[in-house]
């Protein structure tokens, strides 16, 4: 098992940028894809950004293309979202997320192959 801390997360300006952090726990870092993901008020958990589990691959759903970069250290033991460009649309919890089938290259989109999960950080963006 592995266990993940989220932060980095807070109240910015439209235009703004941020740098969420996810700390994971045990020795075995390198084995999981990382996800991160998204829950607004009143709306489904949403996939952001993935990057599998050497760092070679990366996926991004579309409305974050080109604002938002995920990146690892394993050696760290830690996965990072740099988000730029932040708009209202944006605020929601974030969350980290691990991948527990081992996947080697591919990273999926889908919440139901993460079980590992953050707590969650609040990131604002008012309008």
């Known amino acids: 098992q592995v266990q993940l801390v989220e932060s980095g997360g807070g109240l910015v300006q439209a235009g703004d940028s941020l740098q969420l952090s996810c700390a994971a726990s045990g020795r075995t870092f390198d084995r999981y894809s990382m996800g991160w993901f998204r829950q607004a008020p009143g709306q489904e958990r949403e996939f952001v950004a993935g990057i599998n589990r050497i760092g070679s691959n990366t996926r991004y759903a579309d409305s974050m293309k080109g604002r938002f970069t995920i990146s690892r250290d394993n050696a760290k033991n830690t996965v990072w979202l740099q988000m730029n460009s932040l708009k209202p649309e944006d605020t929601a919890v974030y969350y980290c997320?691990?991948?527990?089938?081992?996947?080697?290259?591919?990273?999926?989109?889908?919440?139901?192959?993460?079980?590992?999960w953050g707590q969650g950080t609040q990131v604002t963006v008012p309008s």
């Open positions: 997320a691990a991948d527990g089938s081992w996947r080697w290259g591919a990273v999926s989109t889908q919440l139901s192959d993460y079980p590992y």
